[in-house]
């Protein structure tokens, strides 16, 4: 406190001044702008350097010990590698001399190549194998649509081969009756002239198919064992001609008639006679031929 009072009223010193005798106490010109010469001074001064107080030249992974030039670069190390524990390093990192720069673009490009030629490797193996499903599936498209197109081919010839067979028994059934109707008319015909001309004409006409059914000699026609069929098809075709025994029944002709002609069943097919013009009744099919007054012969048609 008296120092301060004594020297209040003195002009106090310029730092440049101070800083210029300090120099000269030490003796010493230092450059500030080298770090060694700093370092050695101030430890010939006695006093101690830190590396705390040393600028920091690169980033140091405390993981795995690489040294980064920037926190660019080490950040990318970072996302690549997931190490986050980083420090300033002192280390300086020198710059590639020419002949490393193109070793390590050889070694980048040899590596680039290896992995162009792994990836080009697994898509060779990949397009193989995306081929063989390709053509699998082709193949199985294919099959499908055969067997499609084999499937329709005989849906359409099985109904093709029902329309004909419809028709064929249409064209039968209206020949048959175009026939039938003939033989009515002209047999309604002569009845009319018969009965025009007299009774001796009618006597004629009746014995006309006396003489058709007449039996053996000395044969009555009921006791006729033989019974001669002759059947014709509403389908069309020639007609079916069969001699049964007498106690046949109708339901064993329409039996032969299914195994002669498959468009025929025996629980379906029916029988008419010409002359006298009658259809046979499902309880007249389990009578006898001989019952149904059939014998000695006679024509049916069946549809």
Known sequence: MDHILENSEKPIPEPSAQGAAGAGAGGEDV????????KAHIKKMGGEVNDSDLVARSIKCSECGKIFRSEATASFHA???GHDQFEESTEEIKPLTEEE??????ELRAKLAEKRAAQAKEDAVSNKANEALRRKAGQDAGKIKQDMQAKEMAKEA??????????????????AQIEADKRERAEKAAREKALRDGGAAAQQAAAVPATVTKPAA????????????????????QP??????????????????ASENLNYSVDTVTFA???????????????TLKANGLTPSAVLMAS
């Not at 006791?223 to 389908?235: A, F, G, I, M, Y």
């Not at 079916?240 to 008639?257: G, H, Q, R």
């Not at 006298?276 to 009578?287: A, I, L, N, Q, V």
């Open 218 to 237: 000395g044969v009555s026609s009921s006791e006729n064992p033989q019974t001669r069929l002759q059947v014709r098809l509403s389908v069309g075709g």
């Open 240 to 257: 079916l001609t069969k001699t049964f025994p007498s106690d046949n029944t109708l339901i064993d002709v329409a039996e032969w008639i």
């Open 273 to 287: 006679s010409t002359f006298p013009r009658k259809t046979f009744s499902r309880e007249e099919m389990t009578k």
């Open 158 to 175: 099985e109904r093709k081969r029902r329309e004909k067979l419809e028709d064929q028994k249409a064209r039968a059934a209206i020949k």
């Open 79 to 81: 996302g690549r590698s």
């Open 31 to 38: 450059d500030e702008d080298d770090e060694d010469a700093v």
């Open 101 to 106: 720069k193109k070793e390590k673009l050889a």
